[in-house]
Protein backbone atom coordinates (compact mmCIF):
# COMPACT_ATOMS: atom_id res chain seq x y z
CA UNK A 1 0.00 0.00 0.00
CA UNK A 2 1.09 3.57 -0.87
CA UNK A 3 2.82 5.75 1.62
CA UNK A 4 0.65 9.32 1.77
CA UNK A 5 4.11 10.90 1.70
CA UNK A 6 4.96 9.64 -1.85
CA UNK A 7 2.28 11.83 -3.01
CA UNK A 8 3.92 14.73 -1.80
CA UNK A 9 6.64 17.47 -3.56
CA UNK A 10 10.63 16.15 -3.06
CA UNK A 11 11.31 19.13 -3.61
CA UNK A 12 9.82 21.88 -2.20
CA UNK A 13 12.00 25.15 -4.15
CA UNK A 14 9.74 27.01 -6.73
CA UNK A 15 10.82 27.19 -10.06
CA UNK A 16 12.62 30.37 -10.94
CA UNK A 17 11.15 32.56 -13.93
CA UNK A 18 14.87 34.46 -14.06
CA UNK A 19 17.15 31.70 -14.04
CA UNK A 20 17.13 29.72 -17.86
CA UNK A 21 19.54 29.82 -20.77
CA UNK A 22 18.52 29.85 -24.84
CA UNK A 23 20.46 27.93 -26.83
CA UNK A 24 19.64 28.19 -31.03
CA UNK A 25 21.67 26.52 -32.90
CA UNK A 26 21.85 28.27 -36.26
CA UNK A 27 21.86 32.06 -34.20
CA UNK A 28 23.89 31.82 -31.80
CA UNK A 29 24.39 35.38 -31.36
CA UNK A 30 20.15 35.55 -30.68
CA UNK A 31 20.75 33.38 -27.92
CA UNK A 32 23.72 35.31 -26.48
CA UNK A 33 21.03 38.59 -25.53
CA UNK A 34 18.17 36.43 -25.20
CA UNK A 35 15.93 38.45 -22.04
CA UNK A 36 12.60 36.25 -22.52
CA UNK A 37 11.63 32.84 -24.00
CA UNK A 38 8.48 30.77 -23.22
CA UNK A 39 7.77 27.05 -23.08
CA UNK A 40 4.51 27.56 -25.50
CA UNK A 41 0.96 26.06 -24.64
CA UNK A 42 0.03 22.66 -25.76
CA UNK A 43 -3.07 21.52 -26.70
CA UNK A 44 -4.63 18.16 -26.88
CA UNK A 45 -7.49 18.64 -29.94
CA UNK A 46 -10.46 16.13 -29.93
CA UNK A 47 -12.55 14.32 -32.31
CA UNK A 48 -16.27 13.81 -31.98
CA UNK A 49 -17.87 10.32 -32.76
CA UNK A 50 -21.46 10.70 -33.24
CA UNK A 51 -23.33 7.99 -31.91
CA UNK A 52 -26.91 7.17 -32.67
CA UNK A 53 -29.57 9.76 -31.06
CA UNK A 54 -26.80 10.65 -28.03
CA UNK A 55 -24.51 12.91 -27.51
CA UNK A 56 -21.32 12.62 -29.30
CA UNK A 57 -18.39 10.74 -27.39
CA UNK A 58 -15.13 13.25 -27.47
CA UNK A 59 -11.95 11.01 -28.04
CA UNK A 60 -8.40 12.17 -28.10
CA UNK A 61 -7.02 13.52 -31.12
CA UNK A 62 -3.87 15.36 -32.64
CA UNK A 63 -1.70 17.69 -30.16
CA UNK A 64 -1.45 21.04 -31.44
CA UNK A 65 1.81 23.56 -29.92
CA UNK A 66 1.46 27.13 -30.07
CA UNK A 67 4.52 28.74 -31.57
CA UNK A 68 7.81 29.80 -29.78
CA UNK A 69 8.30 33.04 -28.90
CA UNK A 70 11.70 35.24 -27.75
CA UNK A 71 12.89 38.27 -26.93
CA UNK A 72 16.36 39.37 -27.21
CA UNK A 73 18.77 42.73 -27.14
CA UNK A 74 19.64 43.78 -30.44
CA UNK A 75 23.62 44.23 -30.55
CA UNK A 76 24.45 47.58 -32.17
CA UNK A 77 26.15 46.01 -35.54
CA UNK A 78 22.58 44.25 -35.68
CA UNK A 79 24.52 41.09 -35.79
CA UNK A 80 22.10 38.86 -34.19
CA UNK A 81 19.29 40.43 -35.64
CA UNK A 82 20.65 39.75 -39.39
CA UNK A 83 21.02 36.21 -38.15
CA UNK A 84 17.46 35.80 -38.55
CA UNK A 85 16.44 38.17 -41.08
CA UNK A 86 18.78 36.13 -43.29
CA UNK A 87 17.41 33.04 -42.18
CA UNK A 88 14.07 33.83 -42.83
CA UNK A 89 14.70 35.46 -46.38
CA UNK A 90 16.50 32.14 -47.55
CA UNK A 91 13.31 30.51 -46.73
CA UNK A 92 11.35 32.70 -48.05
CA UNK A 93 11.24 34.50 -51.94
CA UNK A 94 14.89 35.36 -51.80
CA UNK A 95 16.10 38.56 -54.44
CA UNK A 96 17.40 35.58 -56.45
CA UNK A 97 18.22 31.72 -56.00
CA UNK A 98 21.87 32.41 -54.99
CA UNK A 99 21.21 34.05 -51.70
CA UNK A 100 19.05 30.44 -50.81
CA UNK A 101 22.13 28.45 -52.01
CA UNK A 102 24.54 30.38 -50.01
CA UNK A 103 22.12 30.28 -47.10
CA UNK A 104 22.12 26.66 -47.65
CA UNK A 105 25.87 26.00 -47.84
CA UNK A 106 26.56 27.33 -44.89
CA UNK A 107 24.50 25.62 -42.55
CA UNK A 108 24.92 22.09 -44.50
CA UNK A 109 26.31 20.84 -41.21
CA UNK A 110 25.25 17.02 -42.19
CA UNK A 111 24.01 16.12 -45.55
CA UNK A 112 21.07 14.42 -44.05
CA UNK A 113 20.35 17.05 -41.63
CA UNK A 114 17.87 20.37 -43.87
CA UNK A 115 19.79 23.29 -43.16
CA UNK A 116 16.57 25.09 -43.33
CA UNK A 117 15.46 23.92 -39.76
CA UNK A 118 17.56 24.23 -36.58
CA UNK A 119 17.52 23.04 -32.73
CA UNK A 120 17.09 24.76 -29.94
CA UNK A 121 17.12 24.30 -26.10
CA UNK A 122 15.59 26.48 -23.52
CA UNK A 123 17.66 24.85 -20.52
CA UNK A 124 16.36 25.76 -17.23
CA UNK A 125 17.94 26.41 -13.85
CA UNK A 126 17.46 25.72 -10.38
CA UNK A 127 17.75 27.98 -7.50
CA UNK A 128 21.72 27.10 -7.53
CA UNK A 129 21.61 28.43 -11.09
CA UNK A 130 22.54 24.84 -12.23
CA UNK A 131 21.08 23.08 -15.06
CA UNK A 132 17.58 20.98 -14.02
CA UNK A 133 15.84 20.41 -17.39
CA UNK A 134 15.66 21.20 -20.89
CA UNK A 135 13.15 21.86 -23.39
CA UNK A 136 14.23 20.70 -26.99
CA UNK A 137 12.64 22.33 -29.94
CA UNK A 138 13.17 19.98 -32.81
CA UNK A 139 12.86 21.25 -36.21
CA UNK A 140 12.45 25.28 -35.45
CA UNK A 141 12.30 27.91 -38.07
CA UNK A 142 11.27 31.62 -38.28
CA UNK A 143 8.27 32.59 -38.98
CA UNK A 144 8.19 36.63 -37.98
CA UNK A 145 10.72 38.94 -37.00
CA UNK A 146 9.37 42.20 -35.03
CA UNK A 147 10.10 45.87 -36.41
CA UNK A 148 12.62 47.71 -35.46
CA UNK A 149 11.73 51.29 -34.51
CA UNK A 150 13.47 54.43 -34.67
CA UNK A 151 12.39 57.52 -32.12
CA UNK A 152 13.75 60.58 -31.51
CA UNK A 153 11.42 61.99 -29.40
CA UNK A 154 11.87 59.36 -26.59
CA UNK A 155 13.22 60.80 -23.39
CA UNK A 156 15.30 57.72 -22.12
CA UNK A 157 17.55 55.58 -24.20
CA UNK A 158 15.60 52.45 -24.25
CA UNK A 159 17.64 49.59 -25.96
CA UNK A 160 16.37 47.77 -28.79
CA UNK A 161 14.74 44.62 -28.65
CA UNK A 162 13.07 42.49 -31.17
CA UNK A 163 10.53 39.69 -31.06
CA UNK A 164 11.14 36.59 -32.81
CA UNK A 165 8.28 33.70 -33.32
CA UNK A 166 9.07 29.77 -34.60
CA UNK A 167 7.43 27.40 -35.66
CA UNK A 168 8.58 23.60 -34.65
CA UNK A 169 7.61 19.95 -34.83
CA UNK A 170 7.47 19.09 -31.59
CA UNK A 171 9.12 20.18 -28.10
CA UNK A 172 10.20 17.49 -25.12
CA UNK A 173 10.98 17.98 -21.93
CA UNK A 174 13.83 16.37 -20.80
CA UNK A 175 15.54 16.29 -17.04
CA UNK A 176 19.04 16.76 -17.09
CA UNK A 177 21.32 14.15 -16.46
CA UNK A 178 18.05 11.56 -16.64
CA UNK A 179 15.30 10.44 -19.39
CA UNK A 180 13.20 12.24 -21.18
CA UNK A 181 9.61 13.12 -20.41
CA UNK A 182 6.81 12.93 -23.37
CA UNK A 183 5.00 15.88 -24.04
Not at 16 to 36: E, N
Not at 110 to 125: C, E, I, Y
Not at 152 to 180: G, H, K, M, P
Amino acid sequence: MANWYDDQLSNKNYLSPIGFLFVLDKARKVSFLCQQADIPEMTLGEVQIPTRGLVPIPVEGNMRYSQLTINFIVDENLENYLQLHNWMRALGTPQDFTERKVWREKYAEHPSRDPRFSDATLQVLNNNNNANFDVVFKDLFPTSLSTLSFDVTQTDNDYFTATATFQYTLYEIRRVNSQTRRT
